[in-house]
């Protein structure tokens, strides 16, 4: 089951269960998990703040499921790294280090189609706390109707964002679902859905493309859809001689 599946609201707070208990494994993978993020964060950060200011920073809007993770009430066939209410959260491979990359980098908020309560108990989970521009659920999405099919889908519309100062040239978006932002393809990076794979190589791909994109003018004017083979080509060539 997706966490961010049309929209609907995951469990509320009074419907949540404790998911981690303090001092068992799972807890203290967390806890791994969330220093480690940190510490990779603070090395790279240390770098690139001597070259880019807050202001200076494009806005990058991550998505939580199958995006940064994957949230499921079945058993996958290894352990997850921990739960949020009746949800085992299965991590995606090497997000410690992507999160580094991307904080270090731009100005970063999550937007998912999912619950309040839920999102906010991820994000504590795996960001360093005072990180985000901001956390935003279903409440922020919108509701459209397609009148060829007469089906409702759910939106994440930035012009939102642009009325808080955000400017559209300057914000990407990251999520694996293109529909979501069927008014803002040009700010648009897609991944693949993640569904818990351990041998998912994804986020190194994405951190590296996404660097590309820090010093472009407007990210609305760069073709994204085959953005894998541009980090592929940028990788195969040659470094230039002095």
Request: hydrophobic share 35%; with cysteine.
């Amino acid at each position: 089951m997706r966490g961010d599946t049309g929209g609907s609201e995951l469990p509320t707070p009074a419907h949540l269960t404790p998911g981690v208990r303090a001092g068992s494994p799972v807890r203290q993978c967390a806890s791994a998990l969330e220093r480690a993020t940190v510490e990779y964060a603070l090395l790279a950060v240390s770098f690139f703040d001597t070259h880019m200011t807050s202001k200076t920073r494009k806005l990058l809007v991550l998505d939580l499921d199958e995006t940064l993770i994957h949230a499921t009430e079945n058993t996958l066939d290894h352990e997850e790294d921990f739960r949020v209410g009746p949800y085992r959260v299965h991590l995606r491979p090497h997000l410690p280090e992507f999160l580094a990359s991307v904080l270090a980098q731009f100005r970063v908020g999550v937007w998912t189609a999912s619950g309040e309560s839920y999102a906010a108990q991820v994000v504590e989970r795996i960001f360093p706390g005072g990180t985000l521009e901001f956390v935003w659920s279903s409440k922020r999405c919108t509701t459209t109707r397609n009148w060829t099919t007469g089906e409702y889908q759910t939106i994440k519309n930035l012009q939102k964002l642009k009325s808080r100062g955000y400017s559209l040239e300057s914000i990407i978006a990251v999520d694996d679902t293109p529909a979501k932002y069927a008014r803002s393809y040009g700010n648009l990076v897609t991944v693949r859905e993640f569904v818990g794979d351990r041998s998912d190589a994804e986020l190194p791909l994405l951190a590296a493309y996404l660097t590309h994109l820090v010093d472009v003018p407007n990210v609305r004017s760069v073709e994204k859809r085959n953005w894998r083979e541009h980090v592929q080509r940028l990788a195969n060539t040659p470094a230039p001689k002095d």
